[in-house]
């Protein structure tokens, strides 16, 4: 069983920038696409970008393309989401997870932007 681990969140005004990390447990990890998922209050979870095993192909949704990085060190077992230019509109809970969300979720990492 893998276990995730969210960090870096916090309060920025917007503009911004945060940068997200995901510690995973267990071998899988390098060999498994990752993704990054968000939930805001009162919605549903919700994709935000996808790597795969390699790093080597990204995919991102629309409202954070051109802003968000998504990046991996499968040697640390890590991946991360770099925030840049944050709009209020992207406070949300941020979660990693296995791209087809198959694994446990973690406790996410709170990401509030001010306007």
């Known amino acids: 069983q893998v276990q995730l681990v969210e960090s870096g969140g916090g309060l920025v005004q917007a503009g911004g920038s945060l940068r997200l990390s995901c510690a995973a447990s267990g071998r899988t990890f390098g060999y498994s696409a990752m993704g990054w998922f968000r939930q805001a209050p009162g919605k549903e979870r919700e994709f935000v970008a996808r790597?795969?095993?390699?790093?080597?192909?990204?995919v991102y949704a629309d409202s954070v393309k051109g802003r968000f990085t998504i990046s991996r060190d499968n040697a640390k077992n890590t991946m991360y989401l770099q925030m840049k230019r944050l709009k209020p509109e992207d406070t949300a809970v941020y979660y990693c997870?296995?791209?087809?969300?198959?694994w446990g979720w973690g406790q996410g990492t709170q990401v509030t932007v001010s306007s």
């Open positions: 790597i795969t095993w390699s790093g080597d192909s990204t």
């Open positions: 997870n296995r791209e087809d969300g198959r």
